[in-house]
């Protein structure tokens, strides 16, 4: 199948798109998050923007045999606006699962199908990556929600992640004892992105 009549080539046009949406939509709920005093949940969609940008270029390059042309695409793409951190977790939870399942799977499933075997791996791989993404999101949310994202039923370790120290208890320091900054700067040893 020739590249510039695939369903492929507009597929990979639909998910840059798509992943140059969702890396904006993580930068805006970042700033939510700061406004919040979350500092946490700032790193966590700053964190996940980045992994986007990367998605997007990824897509990007696959389209190099169509450079100085322009593709024509249609697709839906979500407004998630909404004022609270929590509730904008649980938007990008919600995309990223279905970015995971049914779009990337079936992008790939088609790229496959046309005969496009690397594209397909990209849609594919990142498809998995998608979904790890909207566990986390879906965590954090659980702990908002819960009340749980400064405190934890059994002891365990917070770090600080401006500073780097590490607390053992069962509830974050209202204020960290070194750096000064405040709780919305800790996150549970386990979820801290540097450890296992
Ligand atoms: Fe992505
Ligand atoms: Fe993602």
């Known amino acids: 199948m020739d590249f510039k009549n695939s369903e492929t080539k507009t597929n990979l046009m639909r998910a840059f798109a ?3 949406q969702a890396r904006n939509r993580y930068t805006f709920a970042a700033s939510q998050a700061k406004k919040e005093k979350l500092y946490v949940i700032e790193q966590v969609f700053k964190y996940t923007a980045g ?3 990367e998605h997007a ?3 990007y390059n696959h389209l190099k045999e169509m450079a100085g042309e322009t593709i024509m695409i249609d697709g839906g793409y979500p407004v998630d606006i909404a004022d609270n951190v929590t509730q904008l977790l649980r938007y990008a939870q919600h995309n990223e699962y279905e970015e995971h399942d049914p779009v990337y ?3 790939g499933d088609k790229a496959q199908e046309e005969g496009f075997p690397k594209i ?3 849609f594919h791989m990142i498809a998995g990556i998608e979904k790890v993404h909207g566990d986390r999101f879906g965590r954090f949310a659980d702990l908002l929600e819960q009340n749980k994202l400064f405190v934890s039923n059994v002891e365990t370790g917070w770090i600080c992640l ?4 590490v607390y053992t208890g069962t509830q974050a320091p209202k204020q960290c004892p070194v750096c000064s900054h405040d709780q919305g700067y800790f996150i549970r040893l386990e979820l801290s992105p540097f450890e296992d």
């Not at 401006?162 to 120290?165: H, S, V």
């Open 51 to 53: 992994q986007e940008k």
């Open 18 to 20: 798509g992943e140059s």
């Open 120 to 122: 397909a791996a990209s």
């Open 57 to 59: 270029e990824i897509f």
């Open 162 to 165: 401006n500073c780097g120290y």
């Open 105 to 107: 799977k079936a992008f």
